[in-house]
């Protein structure tokens, strides 16, 4: 029995008049296509599964660091409408945050870790002259050199390792300036790694001023370093070549961007090693159009706020859970203001956990455990992760708290610790 063909032929008429809508809808209004997806808006989490948390901790990547401004959210969304040429999308946006930031040059990168990345490899090619297919093989096979201080060694160095480079590690001033050389590319300074009056550390000033005696670009990793908000450019404005933000964390940015400010020879030397280039040691540090507004708009209201305001509202919170846990035996709170990093109040609430029936620990499993299920700071119940905290001490981090959320960590800490 011969199979029946279907009849996919179309009329002029229809063909007309399906293009015609087609046009008509590319011509409404950003509005009219933002209202009709809220109204058919699924929450993929429920439909997931995923159960949504109360932050309590700070801008951990592993709890989706922070929640984007309102602005922000805004901006991401109308960005999605329409599609732009992307390279001019990265120029003029690096062009606006450059002029916003007071420095040369900026690139939107995705995350601090990829802006550290295209910072190296812009100290490569700017040292070898080297392409972009170059990277990494040509720094490996001229065996090419960051130098590192010990104490600044951590996790994202691998995020320099991918160019191809080695890492020269120094400890102390005499050894740096001797670990200069033909094959130097970079220096890099991590700047939460440790306050600069710790034996052994070497000072921003005196790492930048001898690696420019040697006619070396600095690298300065800031990636968690707003607030305070100046910082956007202090480090800059004190002659550091090149350096990095997260856009996912004081900035209130998308999570998966970032930015990387600096000298604009080199900022555009990281561009050619950028995606969409497809010859890049970048292309998979992909940066979509959604995220570049975004970071555009989280630049702007950055630069609306003011850091009194910003550290008062998280004091409000602060003062709410201390209110809720007055009362209960042996407890007291502190706070605690990192002097670089996450520089932010972070609440301490120390108590004898054998009096009152349940040690920190637990209160983080119990608290996690319950709807709205709560995040603690990772710091809780450990000794030295946090200045003042150890194992008897719970670490709350209200900055990223959504508004009415202070309340219910304060009840819920109440509960847990008045009720074991």
């Known amino acids: 029995m011969p199979r029946r063909v279907e009849d996919h032929s179309i009329s002029r008429r229809r063909l007309l008049g399906a293009a015609g809508a087609t046009v008509a809808a590319s011509l409404l209004p950003p509005s009219a296509f933002a209202a009709g997806a809220a109204e058919s808006a699924v929450d993929y989490y429920d439909k997931l599964g995923v159960a949504k948390i109360i932050n309590a901790a700070g801008t951990y990547t592993y709890l989706t660091a922070a929640v984007m401004a309102p602005p922000v959210q805004r901006a991401v969304a109308l960005a999605a409408h329409h599609p ?65 201080q010990k104490k600044h060694r951590y996790e994202y160095d691998h995020a320099m390792l991918i160019c191809g480079v080695t890492i020269r590690e120094v400890e102390g001033l005499d050894e740096y300036k001797r670990a200069f050389s033909e094959r130097t590319v970079m220096t890099n300074y991590f700047n939460s790694a440790g306050p600069e009056s710790e034996p052994g550390i070497i000072d921003r000033e005196t790492w930048l001023k001898v690696a420019h005696e040697h006619g070396v670009p600095c690298h300065l990793d800031a990636a968690a370093d707003i607030p305070p908000i100046s910082n956007l450019w202090n480090y800059t404005a004190m002659g550091f070549d090149l ?25 555009d030397l990281a561009l050619e090693n950028d995606s969409p280039n497809s010859d890049a040691v970048g292309r998979g540090m992909k940066v979509a159009k959604e995220q570049m507004v975004g970071m555009v708009a989280a630049v702007d209201w950055i630069l609306d706020q003011s850091d009194d305001a910003l550290q008062a509202e998280s004091m409000r919170r602060v003062r709410t859970i201390e209110a809720a846990l007055k009362g209960i035996p042996t407890l007291t709170t502190s706070v605690n203001i990192p002097a670089v990093a996450n520089h932010v109040p972070h609440l301490l609430i120390k108590y004898d956990p054998s009096v009152v029936g349940i040690k920190p620990l637990e209160v983080a499993d119990r608290l996690r455990a319950q709807k709205p299920s709560i995040e ?27 508004p009415g959320e202070a309340e219910v960590v304060a009840n819920s800490l109440k509960q847990v610790l008045k009720h074991s």
Request: hydrophobic content about 40%; glycine content about 12%; proline content about 3%.
């Open 84 to 148: 732009v040429r992307l390279k001019d999308l990265q120029r003029a946006s690096g062009e606006y945050i450059a002029k916003r930031l007071k420095c040369e040059g900026a690139v939107v990168s995705s995350g601090a870790s990829a802006a550290l990345t295209l910072a190296t490899a812009a100290c490569i090619a700017a040292k070898g002259s080297l392409p972009s297919n170059q990277i990494p093989q040509q720094a490996r096979e001229r065996g090419y050199e960051v130098i590192v």
């Open 376 to 402: 603690l700071s990772p710091a809780t119940g450990v000794r030295g992760r946090i200045e003042g905290a150890d194992e008897n001490t719970i670490v709350i981090g209200v900055w990223m708290m959504q």
């Open 243 to 267: 350096v990095c933000f997260s856009g996912g964390k004081g900035m209130r940015g998308p999570q998966n961007a970032g930015l990387l400010l600096g000298k604009k020879r080199l900022t």
